[in-house]
């Protein structure tokens, strides 16, 4: 809704009261004629006050009598129909408090009712472009009661009930915000309430009109009529200010909604005309970065815009460390030793489990649920009003193309069509609104944000006197209460020497039954090309992989768990020890150094047995598997390759199960087969996938020979 002004209230006829036009001297004309402005000009202003007076009570009764017996309605739709008007009833009410001292200066009182509008001019703008900003609003939740019957007569019986019934022939239906919550009212039934709402617009564009009249009535040689022009000019540029401001609020409300739209939604959304338009703003932005056509400037925006991201960025990073905060806190409280059985009866032990166990249950729960309130759930809501202004700027830019767009066409032709001209008009809106807002909500966040900060400072200050507090009534009881500082500072290093000793000597007699490391199990058919970097490397370079690894850059390697491979240098370009350059043999690379470890070399057959020495160091790599047929009967070996049964003759294998090797051959005398038992189950596997298992070096194992 645009404010516009509407006709002035017509008066009772005064004519009577008007001096008689006779026939007469020069002088007694003008006189007569002085005398009929003077007449008009009181008459003007008997109008503004009491119209004035009228207003006000108007205004009183509905914040007053009929918003207190609508407390049925939800707060938040109370607060959308009577809006601001609080803040109107104040600053109205010492409005009329200076018209009506005015009062007993006749002589100067047009003089001073013009500079009583000066000196409200600020504040009128203030209250009544709030209230107009939320007016569509209003008829909106108005709209919505009247397809509510049982609300809509409730709402009836109420204002009938309050409101007098002298004052509903009377001013009210000229000046009331609410005259009728319910249609339809007693002998109002054509009024409705979006006309009672509208009247608070209607009052501040009567303003002028009132001045103006009194201006008009008023001697361009007086004193007084300076004064009024300039408050007559003053209330119509509010008026123009608050229509400026409620299209401003317009369009951020348009454009700042966040959608949750699914693809599907997305796509039935595009035509030929978003197409188009799209299309437009790329071709113009791409003509602007390779310097076709020249870039809007603007370096207010541009420094409230980066700003705003600044002020974005501390808002996001606060949220998540908090976030992480709170997960560390989580696994904290979910860690327990209290609750542990640790065989220590009685003494500080008890002591102690009491203590934690009030923490866990009292101090920390109480911050926790204290943190999430206070601290947790106004960051995110912090987070989430930065949606609107984020989406205001992004879409400051589209506007921003369609208005230089527009620009080129007005200064080459000096026309542009009617949408052309709405969207350059939008875009200055939503420019005007930006730089007129964000440094407002910067500062607005930033005091938000101050708070959140002081408040988590606060929350851990109480927590650690919480915790002193509740520390300080257990340590009463221990033994060592009354012993000088000194000498228990002495008490506790001496147990601290005592235990790292203890801890010392424990470490070492675990370090010495620790187990030797296992060596993973060769991959199948990787033997040739052990043997190959053996020979070229020697076995000290010789590494095997832990876990599987998967390379991420492009000079790092992916290998599988149980791959060999031979060190080429223990630190990559930039010397990073961390990553490894390695040869699998046929490819180079990095990789974590952490996934490797030395290859331990399996023992032979002969050195099993004892033919060689026992402080001899010789070794060698297990050859390929072969055939298993001079494998005794009833021997244990191992599948060196998976193997998937075939029909109800055959077993299935996995690689490295151990396996019982019944007969090395099938019933033709076929060495190619092999009798096996696997878990209880009997069936023939190839030769070739079984490979002798080593007793001596659980560690690894040795192909048959």
Same mark, same amino acid.
């Given at each position: 809704?645009?404010?516009?002004?509407?006709?002035?209230?017509?008066?009772?006829?005064?004519?009577?009261?008007?001096?008689?036009?006779?026939?007469?001297?020069?002088?007694?004309?003008?006189?007569?004629?002085?005398?009929?402005?003077?007449?008009?000009?009181?008459?003007?202003?008997?109008?503004?006050?009491?119209?004035?007076?009228?207003?006000?009570?108007?205004?009183?009764?509905?914040? $007053?009598?009929?918003?207190?017996?609508?407390?049925?309605?939800?707060?938040?739709?109370?607060?959308?129909?009577?809006?601001?008007?609080?803040?109107?009833?104040?600053?109205?009410?010492?409005?009329?408090?200076?018209?009506?001292?005015?009062?007993?200066?006749?002589?100067?009182?047009?003089?001073?009712?013009?500079?009583?509008?000066?000196?409200?001019?600020?504040?009128?703008?203030?209250?009544?472009?709030?209230?107009?900003?939320?007016?569509?609003?209003?008829?909106?939740?108005?709209?919505?009661?009247?397809?509510?019957?049982?609300?809509?007569?409730?709402?009836?019986?109420?204002?009938?009930?309050?409101?007098?019934?002298?004052?509903?022939?009377?001013?009210?239906?000229?000046?009331?915000?609410?005259?009728?919550?319910?249609?339809?009212?007693?002998?109002?039934?054509?009024?409705?309430?979006?006309?009672?709402?509208?009247?608070?617009?209607?009052?501040?564009?009567?303003?002028?009109?009132?001045?103006?009249?009194?201006?008009?009535?008023?001697?361009?040689?007086?004193?007084?009529?300076?004064?009024?022009?300039?408050?007559?000019?003053?209330?119509?540029?509010?008026?123009?200010?608050?229509?400026?401001?409620?299209?401003?609020?317009?369009?951020?409300?348009?454009?700042?909604?966040?959608?949750?739209?699914?693809?599907?939604?997305?796509?039935?959304?595009?035509?030929?005309?978003?197409?188009?338009?799209?299309?437009?703003?790329?071709?113009?932005?791409?003509?602007?970065?390779?310097?076709?056509?020249?870039?809007?400037?603007?370096?207010?925006?541009?420094?409230?815009?980066?700003?705003?991201?600044?002020?974005?960025?501390?808002?996001?990073?606060?949220?998540?460390?908090?976030?992480?905060?709170?997960?560390?806190?989580?696994?904290?409280?979910?860690?327990?030793?209290?609750?542990?059985?640790?065989?220590?009866?009685?003494? @500080?032990?008890?002591?102690?489990?009491?203590?934690?166990?009030?923490?866990?249950?009292?101090?920390?729960?109480?911050?926790?649920?204290?943190?999430?309130?206070?601290?947790?759930?106004?960051?995110?809501?912090?987070?989430?009003?930065?949606?609107?202004?984020?989406?205001?700027?992004?879409?400051?830019?589209?506007?921003?193309?369609?208005?230089?767009?527009?620009?080129?066409?007005?200064?080459?032709?000096?026309?542009?069509?009617?949408?052309?001209?709405?969207?350059?008009?939008?875009?200055?809106?939503?420019?005007?609104?930006?730089?007129?807002?964000?440094?407002?909500?910067?500062?607005?966040?930033?005091?938000?944000?101050?708070?959140?900060?002081?408040?988590?400072?606060?929350?851990?200050?109480?927590?650690?006197?919480?915790?002193?507090?509740?520390?300080?009534?257990?340590?009463?009881?221990?033994?060592?209460?009354?012993?000088?500082?000194?000498?228990?500072?002495?008490?506790?290093?001496?147990?601290?020497?005592?235990? $790292?000793?203890?801890?010392?000597?424990?470490?070492?007699?675990?370090?010495?039954?620790?187990?030797? @490391?296992?060596?993973?199990?060769?991959?199948?058919?990787?033997?040739?090309?052990?043997?190959?970097?053996?020979?070229?490397?020697?076995?000290?370079?010789?590494?095997?992989?832990?876990?599987?690894?998967?390379?991420?850059?492009?000079?790092?390697?992916?290998?599988?768990?149980?791959?060999?491979?031979?060190?080429?240098?223990?630190?990559?370009?930039?010397?990073?020890?961390?990553?490894?350059?390695?040869?699998?043999?046929?490819?180079?690379?990095?990789?974590?150094?952490?996934?490797?470890?030395?290859?331990?070399?399996?023992?032979?057959?002969?050195?099993?047995?004892?033919?060689?020495?026992?402080?001899?160091?010789?070794?060698?790599?297990?050859?390929?598997?072969?055939?298993?047929?001079?494998?005794?009967?009833?021997?244990?070996?191992?599948?060196?390759?998976?193997?998937?049964?075939?029909?109800?003759?055959?077993?299935?294998?996995?690689?490295?199960?151990?396996?019982?090797?019944?007969?090395?051959?099938?019933?033709?005398?076929?060495?190619?087969?092999?009798?096996?038992?696997?878990?209880?189950?009997?069936?023939?596997?190839? $030769?070739?996938?079984?490979?002798?298992?080593?007793? @001596?070096?659980?560690?690894?194992?040795?192909?048959?020979?």
């Amino acid at each position: 809704m645009v404010l516009s002004f509407p006709e002035p209230a017509v008066m009772a006829d005064h004519r009577a009261e008007e001096p008689s036009s006779r026939s007469g001297s020069p002088d007694e004309e003008g006189r007569v004629s002085e005398d009929r402005s003077l007449l008009h000009q009181r008459l003007a202003v008997r109008e503004l006050i009491d119209t004035e007076i009228s207003y006000l009570h108007t205004l009183q009764l509905c914040a $007053s009598d009929i918003r207190n017996h609508l407390q049925q309605l939800p707060q938040g739709d109370l607060d959308i129909l009577f809006s601001n008007i609080d803040d109107i009833i104040k600053v109205n009410s010492r409005f009329l408090h200076g018209l009506q001292e005015t009062a007993s200066k006749e002589e100067e009182q047009v003089y001073l009712i013009g500079n009583l509008f000066l000196e409200f001019q600020e504040e009128f703008e203030h209250v009544y472009k709030v209230y107009c900003a939320n007016y569509d609003q209003a008829l909106l939740l108005v709209d919505a009661y009247r397809k509510e019957p049982a609300l809509q007569r409730e709402i009836q019986r109420i204002i009938e009930a309050v409101v007098p019934h002298g004052l509903l022939t009377g001013a009210l239906e000229q000046e009331c915000l609410v005259v009728d919550l319910a249609r339809p009212l007693a002998h109002h039934k054509s009024q409705s309430m979006s006309r009672g709402l509208v009247s608070l617009c209607e009052r501040i564009t009567k303003y002028p009109l009132l001045l103006q009249k009194i201006l008009e009535n008023t001697l361009p040689d007086a004193g007084a009529y300076p004064v009024l022009q300039r408050a007559t000019f003053a209330l119509q540029d509010v008026n123009a200010n608050i229509n400026e401001y409620k299209i401003r609020k317009e369009v951020a409300s348009k454009y700042s909604k966040v959608e949750q739209l699914t693809l599907r939604e997305r796509l039935a959304r595009i035509n030929t005309h978003t197409l188009s338009k799209k299309t437009t703003r790329l071709s113009q932005l791409l003509k602007q970065e390779a310097g076709l056509v020249p870039k809007t400037e603007d370096k207010e925006f541009d420094d409230l815009e980066e700003r705003f991201q600044w002020v974005s960025v501390c808002v996001t990073e606060l949220k998540n460390d908090l976030a992480a905060y709170l997960d560390n806190l989580e696994v904290f409280l979910r860690f327990r030793p209290h609750e542990c059985n640790l065989d220590i009866p009685g003494g @500080p032990v008890v002591q102690y489990c009491n203590l934690a166990r009030d923490l866990q249950l009292k101090a920390f729960l109480e911050f926790k649920q204290r943190l999430e309130a206070l601290v947790w759930q106004p960051l995110c809501s912090l987070a989430k009003v930065l949606v609107g202004p984020q989406n205001l700027i992004k879409k400051r830019l589209d506007k921003l193309l369609d208005f230089e767009r527009v620009e080129e066409k007005l200064l080459e032709v000096g026309s542009v069509t009617y949408e052309e001209e709405a969207a350059r008009h939008t875009y200055q809106a939503l420019n005007s609104l930006l730089v007129a807002e964000l440094p407002k909500f910067n500062q607005l966040v930033m005091q938000w944000l101050g708070q959140v900060l002081r408040t988590f400072v606060a929350l851990q200050r109480d927590l650690a006197e919480q915790v002193l507090q509740r520390a300080e009534g257990s340590m009463t009881q221990l033994p060592h209460q009354h012993i000088p500082e000194p000498d228990f500072r002495k008490l506790v290093e001496n147990s601290l020497g005592q235990t $790292s000793k203890q801890l010392r000597s424990f470490r070492e007699n675990f370090e010495k039954v620790l187990p030797p @490391p296992t060596t993973q199990p060769l991959l199948p058919g990787s033997e040739r090309q052990v043997q190959a970097l053996w020979s070229r490397y020697g076995p000290g370079k010789l590494y095997q992989v832990t876990n599987n690894i998967s390379g991420a850059g492009s000079l790092d390697l992916t290998l599988p768990r149980g791959q060999i491979v031979a060190l080429l240098q223990n630190k990559d370009t930039k010397g990073n020890s961390g990553r490894w350059l390695v040869d699998t043999g046929g490819h180079r690379g990095y990789v974590p150094a952490g996934k490797l470890q030395p290859y331990r070399v399996v023992p032979s057959e002969e050195e099993r047995r004892g033919q060689v020495g026992p402080h001899e160091d010789s070794r060698h790599l297990t050859p390929e598997p072969t055939p298993t047929c001079s494998v005794p009967t009833v021997t244990q070996v191992v599948a060196a390759y998976p193997f998937l049964a075939r029909s109800s003759q055959e077993v299935s294998l996995q690689a490295g199960q151990p396996v019982t090797l019944l007969e090395a051959q099938d019933k033709k005398g076929n060495p190619e087969w092999s009798l096996v038992e696997v878990n209880g189950q009997r069936g023939y596997v190839p $030769s070739s996938f079984l490979a002798r298992a080593p007793s @001596p070096a659980p560690w690894g194992w040795s192909l048959t020979s």
